[in-house]
């Protein structure tokens, strides 16, 4: 009876070290080249519930794009998204958007930069 007992003993233990470990982040990262000359890279970290990602774009004519978003998984998920990008013949654009998906609907709203001083403020609503 006494061995019994320190067995449990032994795993509940164990159990209990193995829950007060943290779990590590997890991350990913790859680059591939696009058909029309191009590259893309992309980084993505999980941790816990929070995605993070970058990904870079560089165009065979010198062009760049680079977005980095951040999300939320839940009950209603929730990312913010930011990004820029210079064409080959230096105009630049950039904006950010923020996106909350729920079980019924979709909602987003976003800011974006054109050259030249052009701002657009886009709102969406799906159900």
Request: net charge positive.
């Amino acid at each position: 009876m006494t061995m019994i007992n320190g067995w449990k003993i032994s795993f509940a233990t164990l159990g209990l070290v193995a829950m007060l470990v943290p779990v590590q982040a997890m991350s990913a990262e790859w680059t591939r080249n696009t058909p029309g000359g191009g590259e893309v890279t992309r980084n993505v970290t999980r941790d816990g519930n929070i995605y993070s990602g970058q990904t870079t774009r560089v165009g065979p004519n010198g062009g760049t794009y680079t977005s980095n978003s951040t999300c939320r998984d839940g009950i209603v998920d929730r990312c913010r998204r930011s990004y820029t990008a210079t064409g080959p013949d230096g105009r630049t654009y950039s904006g950010n958007t923020a996106t909350a998906r729920g079980p019924y609907r979709v909602r987003s709203v976003g800011v974006h930069n054109g050259p030249g001083g052009t701002v657009g403020i886009i709102r969406r609503h799906w159900r």
